[in-house]
């Protein structure tokens, strides 16, 4: 069974704060995705990576930046975190491929003050 | 125009009717078809996925695909308060990304 986990199910920050959310896959995937999901607009991909060290922006990057060290691993990191990023994150993986399923961990709920 | 459209309204059913859900797209080049479902504070799960035109079953599942019309479905028979959840349609273009629908949430009253 996949099994992706996340560091945090809820965490509450600061505006101003740096913030790091950590992501882990089990299977081996090459892919690993970070999303955030709003009421209303639904998932919105931030960053992925396709390999360790390699990362692509999603639709919406700004105010994030990721690591992906080792190939388990990827941390999305809000350098300085507003109110505006308050929102719930979720990590995926994936083996890639034409039918691209990914995974998905619990979510972390974030929320600046 | 989005590459998915889904129309995020909730839902809400009695215990055995039929949900019907849809999403149209915009992108001719998308090869898989999915659908996911999401459970309160967790995260999305896939349901199940289709690559033609045409109905695919998985028990009180069924999803369908136009794509001269660019329209996907998702019924749900004989609904379940087990099946409250937000479903999201999803497609895939082959390049490791997904396009996401904005959800619906179904409430499934016993």
């Known amino acids: 069974d996949v099994k992706v986990t996340q560091s945090s199910r809820y965490l509450v920050k600061r505006t101003g704060e740096k913030v790091f959310l950590e992501c882990v896959q089990d299977m081996d995937h090459e892919n690993m995705f970070w999303y955030r999901q709003d009421p209303g607009l639904g998932l919105r991909l931030i960053y992925f990576s396709y390999d360790v060290k390699m990362k692509e922006k999603g639709d919406i990057p700004e105010g994030y930046s990721v690591s992906r060290e080792k190939k388990e691993r990827f941390s999305l990191i809000l350098e300085s975190a507003s109110t505006n990023q308050t929102s719930m994150y979720l990590c995926?993986?994936?083996?890639?491929?034409?039918?691209?399923?990914?995974?998905f961990g619990p979510g972390t709920r974030l929320l600046v003050l | 125009q989005k590459e998915v459209e889904q129309d995020p309204g909730p839902l809400s059913v009695p215990e055995g009717a039929i949900v019907s859900l849809n999403c149209t797209y915009s992108?001719?080049?998308?090869?898989?078809f999915m659908w996911y479902r999401q459970y309160s504070r967790k995260g999305p799960e896939l349901l199940m996925y289709t690559y033609s035109s045409g109905n695919k079953e998985d028990g009180r599942f069924t999803a369908q695909v136009d794509k001269s019309s660019k329209y996907i479905s998702l019924f749900i028979r004989d609904s379940q308060p087990s099946d409250s959840a937000t479903y999201l349609c999803?497609?895939?273009?082959?390049?490791?990304?997904?396009?996401f629908g904005k959800g619906n949430q179904v409430v499934v009253i016993p």
């Open positions: 999803a497609i895939s273009y082959g390049n490791n990304r997904l396009a």
């Open positions: 995926a993986s994936s083996t890639g491929g034409a039918l691209e399923t990914q995974y």
């Open positions: 992108n001719s080049a998308f090869q898989y």
